[in-house]
């Protein structure tokens, strides 16, 4: 009962505090004193990178600074442009409604701990709780701001103020988009942030890496039009394309499986529904009932005008269009979170059909780099979030830390609560076997009483405690597409450090020494006296 009551409250909370669209969210921002506006000209041509960048870096008046919004843009007169929105901790709890990540974490918990009623009674009590998950649900609305004006004939992408971000990059690249699919067989639509390189007026790359659910619906689409061919050499046209599209050549052409894959993008939408587009969810679950799960409110949705999809209402931008089956191209450079540019590869291509938009769009972008950067504390926003749900299948799990520095797939840092010889390396398998945290390139294994936030501590313990050809474990499998050290690309060795405590059964026969700490009764003794000391 206690439950129901302390959800009731959240929601009514989450109420008021649930951003209408992206201009709700800019104005919230603004009376916190979380946003400055940049009147002074500057150039969507590395200029706002550098200022972002500086920004995003400094310290005032908080770690990552303010966000901002460029009013004046060269090249693109009455254009707006918004960067930085989630870039500090403030931001990031603002957008979700929330003093505290935590407080998302705990809500995720009290849905994961639902047991079922016994009797008439407890089922009438959870029916607030039903009622409340209905929220969750996105609905379908006859027309939105979105709708305001709608471009078919005359249009071009180059109308907007996308940035080049890095000197070395390929090209101006769309980076904060929500991608839009659906997947063939299901039905079910997927949310998912991919960059987009842009090409010219109406085409643009589309960035999505291959173990990303989008590339699967591609890659469904292309094995459900393999089936439906007639001939074999169909279909081993289609199969020779899936595993080009992961980092070979192009086909010849007359050599190619023809088909298109409708895709629709939002740009600029209210803050949690951007949040969701980069949550690694589950394949099947879609970010439009976690946005609703995170604001409270269901998503409002819309029917594209030329392709059969659905988006928010509220976006500022939509591009709809569609990626040719058998088409690819090389894109990049892209300056990109790992401090370095990942290379030129090959990517499906997204012709846009139409482009509907909100009057005076407000384009809302992001910048990657060396970090931190914004994405930093989307990440760990990301981290802390999916704690409970990491705990949900490997519950040994007590905290776990991606340093900022690792850029979230170098360096994951777990401690668990360890009970029998070997858990080390089974947690560290069921991590590799975990979603999208099976690119984590290192592992490192401590006991419950680390601290894993605590760096400091971390290399104290964990240096201390390992004999490194001992407790050291490779293994080989998919890698992040940005990584450059692997042999190959998408494919490499990672490793797990088992810094925990040995134990006997583990084969570890020698004592081990106790950690140094002071007797309590003296520590109080010195603290009485320490004034007197006159040392401070
Ligand atoms: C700013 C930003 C840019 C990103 N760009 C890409 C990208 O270009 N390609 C990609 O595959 N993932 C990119 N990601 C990560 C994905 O959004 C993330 O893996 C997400 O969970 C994918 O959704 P999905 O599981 O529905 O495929 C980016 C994330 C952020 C925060
Ligand atoms: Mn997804």
Redo the contacts with the bound molecule.
Sequence with gaps: MLRLRSLGAQQLRSFFLAYKDLRDWISALDRAGELKRIRVEADPILEVTEIADRVSKSKIPKPGGPALLFENLAGHPGSKLLINQFGSERRMQMALGVDSLDEIAGRIRELLNLKSPEGFLEKLKMLPLLAEMGKFFPKLVPTGPCKEVIQRDRFSLLDFPILKCWPQDGGCFI??PCVITRDPRTGKR???????QVYDERTTGM???R??????HYRERLRLGAAAGSSGAEKSRAVDIMARSSGGSMLAEGDRPSGKMEVAVAIGTDPALTFS?????P?DVE?FIIAGFLRQQPVELVKCETVDLEVPANSEIVLEGYVQLDELRPEGP?GD?TGFYTLEDDYPVFHVTCITHRKDPIYAT?I?GKPPM??AW??KAVERIFLPLMKLTIPEIVDVNLPVEGVFHNLMIVSIRKSYPGHARKVMNAIWSL??AMFTKCIVVVDEDVNVHDIGEVTLKVFNNIDPERDIQFTLGPID?LDHASRLPNYGSKMGIDATRKWRTEGFSRPWPHEIRMDAQVKALVDKKWKSLGIE
């Design positions: 980076t904060l997927n949310v998912g942030m991919y960059r987009m960035h999505w890496q173990q990303k659910v989008a590339a699967e587009a980069i949550v690694p969810a394949p970010e892209f979170h992001t990657v914004e994405d989307m990440g979603g999208q597409s």
